[in-house]
């Protein structure tokens, strides 16, 4: 058994090998590494534009979590339960990792949790738009970010997004 940890989230995983992708927060196989090796992707200083692009992403995050949420909690199909259970985790814990860049404590918020309706399709409809939003708005933050750390994290966080577009094409 080995202990691996994730650059993205900072999550700790034990196990025989690397799991495909971080469980936690969807990074790529590349991003996970052995503990002994592990350093958290942080730049040391923000940028004006980062710091306001992280604030838009945490926004995007906290939003997207509650509504996977509400559309998990209100589908009566399993299989729309379970991943949009999961995509809320996934978000939930971007959020986390934002915070931790921004340095400061996880807002409260109930914003999206009153967006999911009552069909199934619509509501994957609506994930994928969000999704293709996430793609779009975190290709231009990584392009607009000074600090080397901050473009390798959006890029991250804009391939998992990416992931669930083509989760939720299906
Ligand atoms: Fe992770
Ligand atoms: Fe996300």
Redesign the pocket.
């Known amino acids: 058994m080995k202990v691996y940890r994730c650059n993205i989230c900072g999550e700790v995983y034990i196990g025989e090998e690397k799991p495909g992708s971080c469980p936690f927060c969807g990074a790529h196989q590349n991003y996970f590494v052995l503990a002994k090796e592990w350093s958290l992707i942080k730049s040391a200083s923000l940028s004006d534009v980062s710091r306001e692009n992280l604030k838009k992403a945490l926004d995007l995050?906290i939003n997207?979590t509650n509504f996977y949420k509400a559309v998990s909690e209100g589908s009566k199909d399993t299989y729309v339960q379970s991943m949009f259970k999961g995509l809320s985790k996934?978000?939930r814990e971007?959020a986390s990792a934002i915070c931790k860049h921004l340095e400061i404590q996880k807002p409260d918020s109930d914003v999206g949790l009153d967006k999911a309706v009552d069909s199934d399709q619509d509501n994957i409809a609506e994930a994928n738009g969000r999704e293709r939003r996430?793609v779009k708005f975190y290709a231009e933050a990584a392009g607009q970010a000074l600090e080397p750390e901050l473009k390798e994290y959006f890029k991250a966080?804009m391939q998992?997004?990416a992931d669930h577009i083509v989760l939720t094409d299906e």
């Open positions: 995050e997207n996934v978000e971007h996430a966080l998992i997004e």
